[in-house]
């Protein structure tokens, strides 16, 4: 299926002892660009979130918000530094005798020095957690998707539209092309004609003209090389998954064809034809920056 590369998706789990919530959401971008909120004490686990991701999303600017609440007792735990409490002690010693100061220090003020008392978090209760934190970012990835490939394939559908259109456009311009040569050829007879006042016209000479013209004004090539695009186009959206760089690339290809038949038209009606299909070729083109 074609993903729309905005979306959004939620997912939550809560039990007795926890309650984890992810939601992301997703804005165009060339490549793949995963900006990750959460909580500290999942930091750790940041790269295999990140293959979590990728594992469903090719491209995309995609914001993830991760919210986690315990019901149970904190696994921060403070812990005393003998150690260091014993040279701080060592010192105050020192400088007590270096001095002649008389006051004793409090526990209490002992503890305020740096490194004597620390809060330690226990991060081996979180790898109970983090198959949990998985399965809620793989359901909240899999809403996400399908918010992507509902708006996927309404851009899908649109396209084609548009694709159609142009073929039916390709076919007029194909049509026209041998009336507009017939045309300027009947149109040179009447004026050389109208010169000669009655004498014999050199029908060689017109022909060589009307060919000429022929050259200067085909498109054939321009109509087949559009023809396929649009072809290709369509079977591209029609196998799904991610296409738009490949689309983007055809995009490029039928403006450039598109360019040439209005440079070589000598007809308004063609003109006005080129100018419709560079119109529908540029909508296209906005769709694709969309997709996946």
């Known amino acids: 299926m074609i993903r729309s590369m905005t979306g959004f998706g939620r997912s939550e789990l809560v039990d007795d002892e926890k309650k984890i ?26 790269s295999e979130l990140r293959n979590v991701l990728k594992s469903g999303i090719e ?27 014993t040279e701080y002690m060592n010192y105050l010693s020192d400088m007590r005798q270096d001095f002649k100061l008389s006051e004793d220090f409090k526990p209490t003020v002992l503890a305020r020095f740096p490194e004597v008392l620390t809060l330690e978090e226990d991060f ?50 194909d049509d026209m092309s041998p009336r507009i040569v017939e045309e300027y050829k009947q149109k040179l007879m009447d004026r050389i004609a109208e010169l000669m006042e009655g004498r014999e016209v050199d029908e060689a000479r017109v022909m060589t003209e009307v060919t000429i013209y022929a050259d200067k004004i085909a498109v054939d090539e321009e ?34 064809e598109a360019n040439t038949i209005l440079s070589k038209s000598d007809s308004l009606k063609i003109t006005d034809i080129g100018i419709e299909l560079k119109t529908i070729i540029e909508k296209i083109r906005e769709q694709v920056q969309n997709i996946e």
């Not at 919530?21 to 940041?46: A, G, L, Q, T, W």
């Not at 909240?140 to 851009?155: D, H, I, P, S, Y």
């Open 21 to 46: 919530i992810i939601e992301m959401k997703s804005v165009n971008h060339r490549y793949s660009d995963f900006n990750i909120k959460m909580p500290r004490r999942f930091n750790r686990y940041e």
């Open 223 to 256: 109509i087949t090389r559009l023809r396929s695009h649009v072809s290709s186009s369509i079977d591209i959206l029609e196998k799904g998954g991610a296409v738009g760089r490949k689309m983007d690339f055809i995009i490029q290809e039928m403006n450039r």
């Open 124 to 173: 081996d209760a979180d790898d109970e957690l983090y198959p949990f934190l998985e399965k809620v970012l793989r359901d909240a990835l899999a809403n996400f998707t399908k918010a992507r490939e509902v708006e996927g394939e309404n851009l899908k559908q649109d396209m084609l539209d548009k694709l159609n259109r142009m073929t039916e456009l390709v076919q007029i311009i």
């Open 59 to 85: 491209r995309g600017k995609v914001d993830v918000f991760i919210t986690f609440e315990s019901f149970t007792k904190s696994n921060y735990s403070v812990r005393y530094n003998r150690d260091i409490a």
